[in-house]
């Protein structure tokens, strides 16, 4: 294929620029058509098998609610994520001083949606949170924040009918693992400057 004349190239560096820049190429056809190359996520396509219409509907149900709930389980594993990384840069003192911080922002802006969540709305999140961090929210709550405040919300999520400690295992709820391969739940940190809700102050010697 004949390379792009020098009018065509400056007209391929107007898409580029007007871009979301996630456009890495484009060229000019011989034909006069433009041929735009990106970078996509991958797609993962699985069969669905269901038993019955009510299974199907539950599946669709659970679908809905997963995609409610993701928003808040991505941010909940990329504050984990964030503290994970930022405990090698802070003393103890500073990480529990940052952890109490976190948790009166985080309070401020997700507390009402979340109070809003219905039982399974609930477990679909917890469950998306564990299946990526490979750990029972009752194990991460004490990490953070204590055995007390772990036995607290562990108590209290009974009453929903779920157990904080069992954590996610594949096969369970197999129409939930069916959901949840169609998330993204991963976070990786980059460098320092991508963190959002842990600074870490390098000032201090």
């Known amino acids: ?16 620029s007007s871009s979301t820049e996630k456009c ?7 034909e006069g058509d433009t041929l735009i190359l990106m970078n996509l996520h991958d797609v993962n396509i699985y069969a669905r098998n ?6 199907y509907q539950k599946y669709l149900r659970m679908q809905r609610y997963a995609t409610k709930v993701y928003p808040y389980a991505k941010e909940a594993i990329r504050i984990f994520r964030e503290l994970e990384y930022a405990s090698n840069h ?12 976190l948790e009166e922002e985080l309070t401020r802006e997700f507390e009402e949606p979340l109070k809003n969540l219905s039982k399974l709305q609930g477990k679909i999140m917890v469950k998306m949170i564990e299946k990526e961090t490979g750990q029972p929210i009752y ?3 004490k990490d953070l924040k204590g055995f007390f405040k772990a ?14 400690k069992e954590g996610y295992n594949k096969g369970q709820y197999p129409i939930l693992d069916m ?3 169609d998330f993204d739940l991963s976070y990786q940190i980059q460098n320092e400057t991508s ?11």
């Open 1 to 16: 294929m004949p390379n792009p004349t020098f009018r065509d190239r400056k007209i391929v560096r107007t898409l580029i």
């Open 24 to 30: 890495k190429k484009a060229i000019i056809t011989p």
């Open 50 to 55: 269901f038993a019955s219409d009510a299974e």
């Open 90 to 101: 802070m003393s103890k003192r500073e990480r529990k001083k940052k952890i109490s911080q």
């Open 139 to 141: 194990y991460l709550i």
């Open 151 to 164: 036995f607290y919300w562990n108590s209290f999520s009974k009453l929903y009918g779920y157990e904080l």
């Open 179 to 181: 959901v949840l391969q």
């Open 195 to 205: 963190l959002k809700y842990v600074k870490i102050n390098r000032s201090k010697k």
